[in-house]
């Protein structure tokens, strides 16, 4: 009778932990729509587009809503934050201490279009990111360069192929050992703009819209797509962007 009862109870305890381990998520994500400029139209599409990522690629995705939250304790529970069109100082002193602990500790960060017009004179963010916006021309069509197609994530985009979106131009490189993977072909689109004193004539030969690279004992992850709504229902953006999300989060090319 003990026999028949030790058996029961193991078998629940395995039972238990079966189930314990079927619902671990591949990783956790935090994402962050902060912003202290402008706000962008398709922040709301892309929170949904990423939460549905979250449900179609089995990982879990919380919304930062508490701006006293970002401790060190509440993040260590992430494997990856994303800033999605993020835009201005976001972040104290201290919550940028707390960032920067948190990628050094080995996690990963991913930039969504204007997180790259986010923090200026955080100059460990800005080498995170790799390159910050400068200006861009008005909404344009114009043709994707893949620069690696190794890179998870490629397969719905391809040389020529048409896309619409904001073509952000960058500043200088803050920190070399950026990997491009995707580019915008400037002879396919107008860069020419002026804002006031302040001008963009192009980037040239190889104007990045998306790299990665480690940094500072983690990895990170940006790219330039994102700025219009219907981007984020897009098969191959959402492709091109959950596999940054997930070597951000995980450091697998799969």
């Known amino acids: 009778m003990n026999f028949r009862k030790i058996f029961l109870t193991a078998l629940a305890l395995q039972v238990s932990l079966c189930f314990t381990v079927v619902a671990q998520k ?11 400029g402008w ?14 990522l979250g449900v179609r690629n089995f990982f879990d995705v919380s919304l930062f809503e508490n701006p006293n939250g970002f401790t060190d304790k509440y993040l260590e529970q992430f ?17 940028q201490k707390v960032m920067e602990r948190y990628i050094r500790s080995g996690k990963g960060f991913v930039g969504i279009h204007s997180a790259s017009d986010t923090e200026y004179d955080w100059d460990w963010y800005t080498k995170l990111v790799g390159r910050m916006f400068h200006i861009h021309p008005v909404i344009q069509t114009a043709k994707l360069n893949i620069v690696d197609a190794t890179f998870p994530g490629m397969q719905g985009l391809s ?6 979106d904001e073509w952000y131009e960058f500043g200088p490189e803050k920190i070399a050992g950026l990997k491009y993977i995707l580019a915008v ?24 819209v998306a790299w990665y690279h480690n940094y500072d004992g983690g990895r990170s992850f940006y790219t330039a797509l994102g700025h219009l709504p219907a981007i984020f229902s897009d098969p191959a953006y959402l492709n091109h962007l959950y596999a940054g999300i997930f070597w951000a989060a995980t450091g697998k090319k799969n």
């Open 39 to 52: 706000h962008h139209e398709s922040v709301h599409a892309g929170v949904l587009a990423i939460q549905q």
């Open 185 to 208: 072909d400037e002879t396919s689109y107008d860069p020419k703009v002026q804002w006031g004193e302040k001008k963009g004539l192009g980037m040239g030969k190889l104007h990045p």
């Open 26 to 36: 591949q990783f956790k994500a935090l994402l962050v729509t902060t912003t202290k």
């Open 79 to 95: 494997q990856v934050v994303i800033f999605l069109n993020t835009t201005g100082d976001i972040l104290d002193s201290a919550q």
């Open 159 to 164: 040389d020529g192929k048409l896309w619409t």
